[in-house]
């Protein structure tokens, strides 16, 4: 596993996978499956894990925490960086925190919380994670009303923020004042577009962000780090032509649930058995379960 400081190099070397957590019949941890799942990625040629919303690390719980971060140093590979994540909520970041202090991880992602939240109290919560665990947040914008693009300058100028990841939805990604602010303030190649294929496009070329994270990637990592070079080679028609490949997949997760949508979908490609969802989530019904298998196995069959 990397263990040095990320760099803007390492943002644009390779798309960002944000795989699901694998867990067995009684909600474990599935190091088997989990290992299953990293090799497919790692062998796609993707070198960045992000586990965040995608785990459902959301709903985790604190004592199990050190067991996923022990499976996380020791199953990924050499040159894989790994970002485990934080939060939502304060006592969480500060208990998971005391977790990291001392680990490899070069820098882990605060889990947005959406109510109660004030733009102070967000700020007070990364210099608390930092303070505590010792290294670098990332600061995930995943809504307006978190945090101001000034907001999140303070906090990159203060030497907190290892990177950003920008994943506010827009009907038309390319018209994104606010990601343009905040591209104003923060340095672009230290901030990642964080919705997957489909606004990569326009947040990389309009806006210089430096790569891009995906669910989808954990189905078909070679066609999504395809995606990301011929965005960065300026090749826009092959990028549009990748980018409709992740189409099928895509709508079911906008129509369904990002997070459910890519568990099923990951089981359903035979990649790994991801097991039961964690509550507060929950399977979807069998014939929509059947879709999703057929569109992530679609997908994944896609040659270069």
């Not at 882990?108 to 919380?113: S, V």
């Not at 290294?135 to 914008?141: D, E, F, G, M, N």
């Not at 994943?167 to 997957?196: Q, T, Y």
Request: hydrophobic fraction near 45%; proline fraction near 7%.
């Amino acid at each position: 596993m990397q263990t040095t400081p990320i760099e803007a190099e390492d943002l644009a070397g390779s798309v960002i996978a944000v795989p699901p957590l694998c867990r067995d019949a009684e909600f474990g941890i599935d190091l088997t499956e989990n290992t299953k799942l990293i090799r497919h990625i790692e062998r796609g040629g993707v070198r960045t894990l992000l586990y965040g919303g995608n785990a459902n690390l959301y709903h985790m719980a604190v004592s199990e925490y050190a067991e996923l971060l022990d499976m996380l140093e020791t199953t990924a590979g050499e040159n894989t960086l790994v970002v485990p994540s934080v939060g939502p909520s304060y006592g969480n970041i500060l208990d998971q925190a005391a977790i990291l202090k001392g680990r490899r991880f070069p820098t882990a992602m605060i889990l947005p919380a959406t109510f109660p939240v004030t733009e102070e109290g967000v700020k007070a919560s990364v210099r608390a994670f930092v303070t505590k665990a010792g290294i670098p947040a990332v600061l995930y914008i995943k809504n307006e009303g978190y945090i101001t693009p000034a907001g999140a300058a303070e906090l990159f100028n203060e030497g907190l923020i290892a990177w950003i990841k920008y994943a506010i939805v827009r009907d038309a990604p390319e018209n994104d004042s606010f990601l343009g602010e905040l591209a104003g303030f923060v340095d672009p190649k230290k901030i990642v577009s964080g919705i997957g294929e489909q606004p990569a496009p326009a947040h990389l070329l309009k806006f210089g962000v430096s790569g891009f994270t995906s669910g989808c990637v954990c189905v078909q990592p070679k066609r999504s780090m395809d995606m990301l070079q011929a965005l960065q080679s300026g090749d826009t028609d092959e990028a549009a032509a990748i980018q409709g490949q992740f189409a099928g997949l895509e709508d079911l997760r906008n129509a369904h649930g990002p997070i459910p949508v890519l568990h099923h979908a990951v089981a359903g490609a035979g990649i790994a058995k991801t097991g039961p969802h964690l509550p507060l989530l929950a399977a979807l019904p069998d014939a929509l379960v059947s879709e999703i298998a057929a569109a992530a196995v679609a997908l994944r069959e896609i040659s270069p």
